[in-house]
């Protein structure tokens, strides 16, 4: 298992993250093959889970808050705040209802899920810090954030570090290389990439042969493996099965060399 501190928080997180996305989905009742595979993806080292209080309107954190069961303090916990609950009292609302699906009494990263511009951003963060100074929460985050509206983030908060921007990037949307990768390498602010496997469209025609034959990978291992090419990313592969978890995490056993990542890098279109 390959960690990596997530940004400048100095947290180990591990390189290949659990996603939670449409896991808790069959009308409220929990899947136990999905809470299983969850603990198996914690018991051989992935610690980072992500979820939010939108997946699956709530379901996904009470998924999550049961796989966590005796096994708390192996894992990072991610969750996210909607963005019609940006409003200060809502954060607080929020957050409160998101520990208790998860059952813990800190949540690890907590995440603005989407920017709302109807409501500023420095509101938004003041109740993140509020959130922190209560012990609610231990570390702040975005996602969706443009590197304007990152930067804003960075500045609103007086007393915590942003720690992380989770944003879409895959083989086809690689949108995120421009501008925000190079930002947020020099800020040191984590890139958590999301939908990293094309959600499960895996495209096999962008992935190179020689690179599955040499490290003996599958196509979504060699896509997760360049994808977290560079130190401050992470990849957050969703998988209700144990077999995919486990094969997702071992992706990163091996690196590849500067001139294989470049070589794959450059016969890629920008998408
Ligand atoms: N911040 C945001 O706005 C945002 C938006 C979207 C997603 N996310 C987060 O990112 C996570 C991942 O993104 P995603 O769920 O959209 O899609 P994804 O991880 O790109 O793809 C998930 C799909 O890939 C399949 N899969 C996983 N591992 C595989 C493997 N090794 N081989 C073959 N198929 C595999 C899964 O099927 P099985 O379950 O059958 O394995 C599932 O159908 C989400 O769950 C969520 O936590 C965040």
């Known amino acids: 298992?390959?960690?990596?501190?997530?940004?400048?928080?100095?947290?180990?997180?591990?390189?290949i993250g659990m996603g939670t996305w449409r896991i808790g989905a069959?009308?409220?009742?929990?899947?136990?093959?999905?809470?299983?595979?969850?603990?198996?993806?914690?018991?051989?080292?992935?610690?980072?889970?992500?979820?939010?209080?939108?997946?699956?309107?709530?379901?996904?954190?009470?998924?999550?808050?049961?796989?966590?069961e005796g096994m708390r303090d192996k894992v990072f916990v991610a969750t996210k705040v909607s963005p019609s609950n940006l409003g200060y009292d809502d954060v607080v609302a929020a957050c409160g209802r998101s520990l208790q699906r998860l059952r813990v009494s800190q949540i690890d990263l907590y995440q603005v899920h989407w920017p709302n511009?109807?409501?500023?951003?420095?509101?938004?963060?003041?109740?993140?810090?509020?959130?922190?100074?209560?012990?609610?929460?231990?570390?702040?985050?975005?996602?969706?954030?443009?590197?304007?509206?990152?930067?804003?983030a960075m500045e609103s908060l007086s007393k915590?570090?942003?720690?992380?921007?989770?944003?879409?990037?895959?083989?086809?949307?690689?949108?995120?290389?421009?501008?925000?990768?190079?930002?947020?390498?020099?800020?040191?602010?984590?890139?958590?990439?999301?939908?990293?496997?094309?959600?499960?469209n895996i495209q096999d025609s962008l992935v190179p042969r020689s690179l599955v034959e040499k490290y003996s990978m599958t196509s979504a291992q060699v896509t997760?493996?360049?994808?977290?090419?560079?130190?401050?990313?992470?990849?957050?592969?969703?998988?209700?099965?144990?077999?995919?978890?486990?094969?997702n995490a071992s992706s990163v056993s091996v690196r590849f060399t500067r001139r294989e990542y470049d070589e794959m890098t450059g016969g890629l279109a920008i998408h």
């Open 1 to 15: 298992m390959e960690y990596r501190t997530l940004g400048r928080t100095g947290e180990k997180v591990s390189t």
């Open 26 to 68: 069959e009308g409220g009742h929990l899947n136990p093959r999905e809470v299983e595979s969850l603990r198996r993806g914690f018991e051989i080292g992935v610690n980072l889970v992500d979820t939010a209080e939108m997946y699956s309107s709530g379901n996904s954190e009470a998924t999550v808050g049961e796989a966590l």
């Open 117 to 152: 511009p109807q409501i500023p951003i420095r509101e938004t963060m003041k109740a993140m810090e509020k959130l922190a100074d209560q012990g609610k929460i231990r570390h702040i985050g975005v996602s969706n954030f443009s590197v304007e509206q990152t930067r804003e």
């Open 160 to 200: 915590y570090e942003l720690a992380s921007n989770q944003v879409e990037y895959s083989l086809t949307n690689r949108s995120v290389e421009t501008s925000l990768m190079p930002f947020c390498r020099k800020e040191n602010v984590a890139l958590i990439a999301y939908s990293p496997l094309s959600r499960g």
């Open 224 to 247: 997760l493996n360049w994808l977290t090419r560079e130190e401050g990313t992470f990849a957050i592969p969703k998988s209700a099965q144990a077999k995919h978890i486990e094969e």
